[in-house]
C-alpha cells in the first residue's frame, strides 16, 4: 500500500518560517513527480510548487516563488517544502501528492488532478 504523510505544520507568526515534510511509505519518492499542494477553507485547492522524478526540475505557484523551496532528501525517501516569510494568506492545509500512474520525465504538473497518491494533509497557520 503507498501511501504519503506530511509533517511540520504549525503555529507561526508572519514573516516566521516553517518546513514541511512528505515521507514515503511502500515505495520510493524519487521514482515520480512529487507535488504540493494547500487548501483554505473556502477556497479551492492550490498547487503550490512540484519536483520531477529526477530531481532536476522544480516549479513554483506565483504566490509562493522566492519564498518556497522544495527539495527531496532519496536516503530519507522524502520532499519537504521549506516555506519562509509566511504571510496570513499562506494558513491553509498543506497536501503532498505523487504521480504514480502517470510519468512526466524532466517536469512536473501543478495540476491536482496529474496526482493520484495523497497525504492526509498538515494545517499551517499564520498569525499575530
Known amino acids: 500500500q503507498l501511501n504519503l504523510a506530511e509533517s511540520g505544520g504549525g503555529f507561526v507568526q508572519p514573516g516566521g518560517s516553517l518546513r514541511l515534510s512528505c515521507a514515503g511509505f511502500g515505495f520510493g519518492l524519487d521514482r515520480y513527480a512529487i507535488g504540493w499542494f494547500r487548501q483554505a477553507p473556502g477556497k479551492e485547492r492550490e498547487g503550490i510548487s512540484c519536483?520531477?522524478?529526477?530531481?532536476?526540475?522544480?516549479i513554483y505557484a506565483d504566490s509562493v516563488k522566492g519564498r518556497f523551496t522544495i527539495s527531496r532528501d532519496g536516503a530519507l525517501n522524502a520532499v519537504y517544502l521549506q516555506i519562509n516569510s509566511l504571510k496570513p494568506e499562506d494558513s491553509a492545509d498543506y497536501y503532498c501528492?505523487?504521480?504514480?500512474?502517470?510519468?512526466?520525465?524532466?517536469?512536473?504538473?501543478?495540476?491536482?488532478?496529474?496526482?493520484?497518491?495523497w497525504g492526509q494533509g498538515t494545517q499551517v497557520t499564520v498569525s499575530s
Open positions: 501528492a505523487a504521480s504514480v500512474s502517470l510519468s512526466f520525465g524532466a517536469w512536473c504538473p501543478l495540476t491536482s488532478s496529474d496526482y493520484d497518491t
Open positions: 519536483v520531477s522524478s529526477s530531481g532536476g526540475r522544480t
